[in-house]
């Protein structure tokens, strides 16, 4: 590689690094800042007459909860700040957990989290799930091993239930002084992922005659396997969270060695591992396409298609806007991704799911091509060989990073600017 080229590489590596590290060090002050206190009324399911709650200075660390004659009716207590380490699928969550007067847990609730909004849904309903812990003391919760209680989390939403679950136990060891890093997962999903990335390195770079053949029975298996099975997809709701909270590579370390595979190897090689291999989605596309009739296939105009193409990266800077200001918008409803998990899929993922495989036999890739901001950044550190160059979308990605720059460095006046002074 010669020495421009190598630059530039190094150029667009560096941008999205400083980007991500912007969004960590954004959203690290905002947590500071915005410290969420329990309110009485978090409180009354468990409790109906809880009047008060009082702050226990003990090791432990929690709220004694009041009737309005100052009897202790129970005790309640949160994992955030001790378990802000604990990554779910794409952020940490803030869970409370309520206890009797003899401390027996009664059960918990998700306060808050960064996590996607469906998979907290999924944990909050699951009925099994939510009575993990209840009947059991402090001590037996903080003793707790997960995995030898067999304590598998829930279908669908297994990274945000086994984070939460880990930020139990986690918080109630804080309590005891036993506080030691959650263990990391290594499971059979772990290793299901570690095989897809090396069979799609391999049919990536290999030349032997049958690859194509290859390529397609990989292809059902990518879709059955990593799609429908494990809604193991790359996604912004991900790599957005991630960039927030931290990487959770204790919780997810195969889904870690996937993204990792997804963005050094075309930024090394060229060869884009997971759009060309590993994307069920893409895979799914590319099937559709293959077994349309010919005639069927409708060429976009010039001028739309070029219009078209700016999307996915007008949906990248979309994305950082939601990440970096306060904005309510669920990012898995931006992309078709969330669709494999079909039970916890969102209205807007499952729409756009649906048309992005309708559309597939007449424009083939037709998402790939005009909607997918992940496509976009994927594409965006891949090397282009020799005839690389210092592009329209490098320079869109040095606006992008000075708008997340000055978003994080005059973030009070911007809050105040669009939503009000803070109260
Ligand atoms: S462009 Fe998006 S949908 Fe297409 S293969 Fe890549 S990540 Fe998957």
Redesign the pocket.
């Known amino acids: 590689m010669n020495t421009r080229l190598a630059l530039l590489q190094l150029y667009r590596l560096s941008v999205l690094l400083a980007a991500a590290w912007l969004i960590r060090a954004h959203h690290a002050r905002l947590r500071a800042e915005g410290d969420r206190p329990v309110s009485v009324d978090e409180v009354r399911g468990w409790f109906t007459n809880a009047h008060a709650l009082r702050l226990d200075v003990a090791q432990r660390g929690g709220f004694f909860v009041e009737d309005d004659a100052g009897r202790a009716l129970g005790y309640v207590v949160r994992t955030l700040p001790y378990a802000d380490k604990i990554i779910g699928y794409c952020g940490v969550s803030d869970t409370l957990v309520a206890l009797d007067p003899g401390l027996r847990v009664l059960g918990f609730t998700i306060r808050w989290s960064e996590d996607t909004k469906t998979h907290v849904g999924d944990v909050l309903t699951d009925r099994h799930f939510k009575k993990t812990w209840n009947g059991k003391t402090w001590e037996e919760v903080a003793a707790m091993d997960l995995k030898q209680a067999g304590v598998e989390g829930v279908s669908g939403a297994t990274m945000t239930s086994l984070a939460v679950a880990e930020g139990v136990v986690h918080r109630f060891r804080a309590a005891q002084g036993e506080l030691r890093p959650p263990p990391v997962r290594l499971g059979t999903r772990d290793f299901g992922l570690l095989l897809a990335v090396v069979l799609g390195g391999w049919l990536t770079f290999t030349r032997q005659p049958g690859r194509e053949r290859w390529r397609r029975w990989f292809h059902w298996a990518v879709i059955a396997y990593l799609g429908f099975l494990n809604g193991d997809?790359?996604a912004q709701s991900l790599l957005a969270g991630w960039a927030k909270s931290g990487i959770a590579w204790r919780i997810a370390p195969g889904l870690v060695l996937l993204t990792a595979a997804a963005l050094v190897v075309p930024w090394v090689t060229r060869r884009?591992i997971?759009?060309?291999q590993l994307?069920?989605?893409?895979?799914l596309?590319e099937a559709l396409a293959r077994h349309a009739p010919g005639h069927w296939r409708w060429r976009v105009p010039v001028a739309l298609d070029r219009a078209l193409r700016w999307l996915?990266s007008a949906l990248l800077a979309f994305v950082l806007l939601v990440v970096m200001l306060p904005l309510d918008f669920d990012l898995a409803g931006l992309?078709?991704?969330d669709a494999y998990v079909i039970r916890s899929a969102g209205a807007a993922t499952l729409s756009l799911a649906v048309a992005?495989l309708l559309i597939a036999p007449f424009v083939p890739?037709a998402?790939?091509?005009y909607g997918?901001p992940?496509?976009?950044l994927?594409?965006f550190v891949r090397g282009r060989g020799l005839s690389d160059r210092f592009a329209a979308r490098d320079a869109a990605a040095a606006g992008l990073l000075l708008l997340a720059f000055v978003l994080q460095r005059y973030h009070t006046t911007w809050h105040a600017l669009l939503f009000g002074p803070a109260a």
């Not at 994307?279 to 895979?283: K, W």
């Open positions: 997809l790359l884009p997971y759009c060309q994307c069920p989605h893409g895979a596309q996915p992309e078709p991704f992005s890739k998402y790939c091509k997918c992940t496509g976009a994927l594409e």
